[in-house]
């Protein structure tokens, strides 16, 4: 029996895939846009090397996906932290040292040129005005779905990956969205408290204010009587 007709083994597959995708944006996202802890990114990076290695040693598919995904950034030059350089160094050499050259080579290349798509194209809609249409597609990286969705159209990858490739993504996107709230929570807080510290100053500038003239009509009437 093939190791993706269980159950429990397709869970797993989509719950890794999830894992993956969620801790990459939370990498992302502490060193790239400062949301997150650092420290907590950096504890996360090698549990997502662990489950990435494991996951690709025992399933060519999951491999071809993921390493389709890395070879893509990399070709893009989207490396762009010390902690991810570190886990892409740790697993070429995984991939290296293991002889973990089972790739399905057609797909590979497929969505490698779909993945550079999607890094160029975002970066395009990023810094120039285009249509909504096309801001939508390459915002949420629609080419490596769309490359996914094709492969398994013809049934060069199973169905089952699509689902894997969309929880991946799916979590991806949730973290980019809890990101973006926690920011903007952040921001209405400072925000608050800058109003309540300014509230507090006026308060206390208006009851100097009034003290002085209070003190000045004070000595006035000594002046007068």
Known sequence: MEPFSSSAYQILIIIAFAIIGAGLKYIDDAFDEDI???RTAMLIAPILVIIWSCLS???SVSA???FSILFAVLLTGKID??????CSIALILILV???MLNFLWIPLFSLIMMGVADEKGNDYVDNHATL???QFFFSHRFSMKIGVLGLC???L???LYLGAFLAFDGAYESVKIFGKISVASQKEKKSAYLYRITGLHKIHTSLFLFKKRKHVLKEKNKGVF
């Open 36 to 38: 997150f802890s650092k």
């Open 57 to 59: 040693i025992s399933d």
């Open 64 to 66: 071809t996906i993921l």
């Open 81 to 86: 932290n010390l902690v991810f350089k570190v």
């Open 97 to 99: 040292l293991s002889g």
């Open 132 to 134: 909504k249409l096309g």
């Open 153 to 155: 159209m013809l049934s």
């Open 157 to 159: 990858l199973p169905w």
